[in-house]
Every structure is written in C-alpha cells, then in structure tokens.
C-alpha cells in the first residue's frame, strides 16, 4: 500500500518541521504533544498516533539533528591538522543554521541527563565524536603536524574545547562572532601543536 | 514581626529543597509547580504564594547554585597559574556533589537559551568567569608562566575548555573519572604554557 506509507511518511515529516518550531521558540523544557499538536493545528489524539510519548518526540527529535549532520557534505580539506580544523570549523555555531543546530543540541542535554536512554545515546554520539578526533589526530602525528601525545587525551580535550566554545558562543553571540570563533580554534590548535 | 519573617523563610528553604530534589530526579524539563508542591506534600496554591510563576522557580533554582557555589571556601593556591588550576579544580564534576551541581547548570541552558531573562543572567554569569579567569590569566602572564597571548581570548579558550570537560564527564563519568578530568586539565594548561 504505497500510498498509505507516503501519507505518514508525509504526515511524520509535518510532525518533525512542527517539533523544529516548538524547539526554537521553547526548547526542550517546551516540547509537549500539546504544544507540537497546537503548532500542526492537529489534536494530541492524531499526535500520539506518531509519537506515544514526550520521550519518544525528543528521540525524534535528536534522529532528525543526526541526519541533518549526516546530511551535510563535508568541507573538502586536506588530512590531519586541516581536516580536524575542518570538522571543528562545520560543529561550531558560525552560521544561523549551525546555530539554531547546536541550540537544540545542547537544550537536549538537560532532558537527555534525566534519561537514561536519552543519556546512553548522548554518551555514544560524543564517544563517536571523540572517535573521529581521534582518526585526525593520529594522521596529524604521523605526518609530524601535531606532537606525540595520547590521541585519546587529545581527542577529548579536543572535544573539550569545541563543546565549551559552542556553549558560549550561543549565550553570548556578540562577543563571540564567527571570525572570533575561528580565532580561538585556530588558536587552540596552534598551542596543540606547540607553535604560538 | 520577626516571627513571621522566619517562617516564610523556613518555608522558602523548604521550598529550595524541594526543588533540588526535583531538579536531581527529572532535570529542569521536569520542574513545575505541581512537581514541587507534590514533592513537599503541599498544594500548588501555597507553592505559587512563594513561586508565582515557573520562571520564578528555575530562577530560584540558578539562584541557590550562585549561592553554594559562593559560599565555598575557596582551595588555596598561589597566584598565577596555580590559582587558575585551582579555579577550574573546583569547578569540575570530580566529586559527587560538584557532579550534581554541574548537572543542574548544564540542564539549566535549554530553559534559559529559550528566555532572554535567564540567558541575559547565563551570559552575565559566564562573562564573569571568564573575567576572573583572566585576571589569573595576566598574572601569570606577568610571572612568565604563560607566554603573552590576548587575555581575553586566552581567557574564553580557558572557559570553553572547562565547559566542554564537564559537558563529557557528565555524560560519561566512568570515561571522565576524577584522575582523567585532572589529568587533561594538567594537559592542557602546559599546552597554553609551552611545556609538553
């Protein structure tokens, strides 16, 4: 019956711009069935039909911010030092969109901390982040771009300062605007590497 | 009338408790009036008389953090470098009650991204830090135990690092125990200081 699956495959992505909106204008704290059904002029009864529960709209939630990521073609970029700047460059919050982005990601965190399931989830994007750090850090040894230390250490101290950067960046946008942004990581990976 | 004043305040830590308790168990998504009022067998019209509104409560919330975080004593340290460490030691989720603490703050950014009031609050907050990070920043600078960098951004890396460190610790403490935390912190302050 392919006409019944492209209705509700239609009717979820109507679902999905709807959670988007309610995430900007409220965050996460605001994420109800009610407030989602209100934003789709639907009622919670044709909601719940889609989505059982407020968890299973916030897991949702965070599979559509995964496939917006996974959908973003990656800057080209050599290997090592440039591609680590590079993956650096497309996570922080130097766009409206990449904003908007990083705002719904780190709202999640408070809802994600009061779930287990949620926060299992949190636990293994950031180890996958971390992994991927890792792959570049390695290559910019071996090519003598960065100095032998634990590639895991550097991974999360990596992952350290991008996350902060990101969260103040998005509670102070003026002091924080793109160039300066990449200031600081430009900055940051020149002490990695021990020029400054 | 003295009396009077006591028992209001006795039932505004009662109150303050509560919402502790609430916050711990279901993150700020989770703290309401009726929540609140349920946790301390009370009615949510007696809630509303100290709290009117939920706003009041998550500001409330923020409020009693400012205050333990204040009323800490501070770790002694000497100048320079050595009270940035201290600094940012005290800071870190290394023991479970600055777990605890750290998780209310990092749950308190999707309700505060979502309300100018509480985000003026959280930038001015964070401004501060990075203000007194700074000023540890010149000293040591001034005592040759960091080269000369601009303070400020020297400070804002500082911030972002100790912000990313805890956002991880949170979500993975058995991948973040207290030894790792201090040994990436240690890591990364030679890194600023050209030892490695």
């Given at each position: 019956?392919?006409?019944?699956?492209?209705?509700?495959?239609a009717?979820?992505?109507?679902?999905?711009?709807?959670?988007?909106?309610?995430?900007?204008?409220?965050?996460?704290?605001?994420?109800?069935?009610?407030?989602?059904?209100?934003?789709?002029?639907?009622?919670?009864?044709?909601?719940?039909?889609?989505?059982?529960?407020?968890?299973?709209?916030?897991?949702?939630?965070?599979?559509?911010?995964?496939?917006?990521?996974?959908?973003?073609?990656?800057?080209?970029?050599?290997?090592?030092?440039?591609?680590?700047?590079?993956?650096?460059?497309?996570?922080?919050?130097?766009?409206?969109?990449?904003?908007?982005?990083?705002?719904?990601?780190?709202?999640?965190?408070?809802?994600?901390?009061?779930?287990?399931?949620?926060?299992?989830?949190?636990?293994?994007?950031?180890?996958?982040?971390?992994?991927?750090?890792?792959?570049?850090?390695?290559?910019?040894?071996?090519?003598?771009?960065?100095?032998?230390?634990?590639?895991?250490?550097?991974?999360?101290?990596?992952?350290?300062?991008?996350?902060?950067?990101?969260v103040?960046?998005?509670?102070?946008?003026?002091?924080?605007?793109p160039?300066?942004?990449?200031?600081?990581?430009?900055?940051?990976?020149?002490?990695?590497?021990?020029?400054?």
């Open positions: 019956m392919p006409r019944h699956k492209g209705d509700h495959d009717r979820r992505r109507d679902v999905s711009a709807a959670v988007w909106r309610v995430l900007a204008a409220h965050g996460f704290g605001g994420l109800t069935l009610r407030a989602v059904a209100t934003e789709m002029g639907a009622t919670t009864g044709l909601l719940t039909h889609y989505f059982p529960s407020k968890k299973d709209l916030v897991a949702h939630a965070l599979t559509l911010l995964d496939e917006r990521r996974a959908g973003r073609p990656d800057r080209p970029a050599p290997d090592g030092l440039g591609a680590l700047r590079a993956m650096l460059l497309d996570i922080l919050p130097s766009t409206p969109r990449a904003a908007a982005d990083n705002r719904i990601w780190v709202g999640s965190w408070d809802a994600a901390l009061a779930d287990p399931d949620l926060a299992a989830g949190h636990a293994a994007r950031y180890a996958g982040s971390r992994e991927r750090i890792r792959q570049h850090v390695r290559t910019a040894q071996s090519l003598g771009e960065l100095p032998p230390a634990d590639p895991d250490d550097v991974a999360a101290a990596v992952q350290s300062f991008a996350l902060g950067l990101i103040q960046a998005l509670f102070a946008p003026d002091e924080f605007p160039e300066r942004q990449t200031r600081l990581l430009d900055g940051y990976l020149a002490t990695l590497a021990g020029d400054r």
